[in-house]
């Protein structure tokens, strides 16, 4: 890969030499054995969302290691951390995930994802003040579950942030494609209960609420959204036949192409919801769970710098833009400038969320990807910081 130019009129920034991408890759070989091994250790032994304690501080020990800092303000999540190094005007953002799914471990592969992130902050840290940019690294939990990144907004830490950046392990590599926005709730019908034979008119039937809910739900699927999903399972449906059930409870999903489409459904079913307590006459209570996630919306011009630097380590990067199942890194793409590729590596037909993915985390392969994906993740910010006008674009946004 050519060198980026160097900008004439950002006099802050040092010069930079023709062998930035021979540097950067310097600094990923050099940090690989330290790399390679935080994945290892992350893979061996996971974590669950808001409990990745040792996970966190297995990666905070290597940027105290490197010399990063870590500002006074922290995250509200004990799981969660800012570290930065660099001084410069240009703020880029490495999101480091590491939580893991129940039972079978590192099934999404988070821990190919942190330690990538990780590798290309150390990496920028070495040329960031001759990029003048900030290496920012966010721990960032919960993001199977919860949604820990959007806390990270909402606390203030993407603020400052022009550049957002993360990779995601996958079977193949790929760039551009755009995410679901999602919602999760909780729902309960609170009714009555009496002895179905002998006095079921003294009884309030929550059930009934329940599944008048689901048929209005089904009905309402013909008049959603294009691409809109709406998925329940009943958690809670009563005990025993002759009671009437005084309790019933399910889990909703809904997802969509776009937030605004998101929130077109969830009135929707918000209305299917009320018609099933009108009908039976129990109390609703919906509770959202965690936060709603965001469509992904990765950066034009990060994304071909990305794909690029990957073509130059002998990676196929697919240009992608159909939907990808849904992650918090979406609200960061509506805050800051962001790429979020599929980084691949030998699955041998595994699929995500499966044991068989989680059996490849450590393998060669995806030692392999996670050092290219940093070097991809490193260029792509170094290519924006040193473009004159995307600086100037990135700092504005």
Wanted: proline share 6%.
């Amino acid at each position: 890969m050519n060198a980026p130019e160097t900008p004439r009129d950002t006099g802050q920034l040092a010069h930079v030499g023709p062998d930035l991408p021979g540097r950067i890759a310097a600094a990923v070989d050099r940090d690989a054995g330290a790399v390679i091994e935080l994945s290892h250790a992350l893979h061996a032994d996971p974590e669950l969302s808001g409990q990745e304690y040792r996970s966190a501080q297995r990666v905070r020990a290597l940027l105290i290691d490197r010399g990063f800092d870590f500002p006074v303000k922290q995250p509200e999540a004990p799981t969660a951390f800012c570290a930065n190094a660099g001084d410069g005007a240009l703020t880029v953002a490495l999101c480091v995930e590491y939580d893991a799914l129940p039972d079978i471990g590192h099934a999404c592969g988070h821990n190919v994802n942190g330690a990538a992130a990780v590798a290309a902050a150390l990496a920028l840290a070495d040329v960031a003040s001759e990029l003048g940019i900030t290496v920012r690294v966010l721990g960032t939990p919960a993001e199977e579950t919860t949604g820990g990144k959007v806390d990270l907004i909402r606390e203030g830490f993407f603020d400052d942030v022009s550049v957002a950046l993360m990779a995601h392990a996958a079977a193949y590599d790929s760039i551009g494609s755009t995410s679901l926005a999602l919602s999760t709730w909780n729902v309960e019908y609170a009714g009555v209960s009496a002895h179905a034979a002998v006095a079921p008119h003294d009884g309030v039937n929550a059930l009934d609420g329940l599944v008048v809910a689901q048929i209005a739900i089904g009905m309402a699927r013909q008049q959603l959204p294009p691409g809109a999903i709406v998925s329940l399972i009943v958690l809670e449906g009563g005990n025993a036949a002759n009671i009437i059930p005084a309790s019933a409870r399910a889990r909703l999903e809904m997802r969509a192409p776009t937030s605004a489409m998101l929130t077109v459904i969830q009135d929707k079913i918000r209305n299917c919801l009320a018609a099933g307590a009108l009908a039976s006459g129990a109390e609703l209570t919906v509770t959202p769970i965690g936060n709603d996630f965001a469509d992904l919306r990765q950066d034009d011009y990060l994304s071909n710098a990305y794909r690029q630097a990957m073509l130059d380590r002998g990676r196929d990067v697919v240009p992608e833009s159909s939907p990808v199942g849904s992650t918090d890194m979406g609200n960061v793409s509506h805050v800051a400038a962001a790429i979020h590729p599929s980084l691949g590596y030998e699955l041998h037909g595994a699929t995500p969320h499966t044991s068989g993915f989680a059996s490849h985390g450590a393998s060669p392969s995806a030692d392999t990807a996670i050092l290219d994906g940093a070097y991809g993740l490193a260029m792509a910010a170094a290519s924006a910081a040193l473009n004159p006008s995307e600086r100037s674009r990135l700092i504005g946004k």
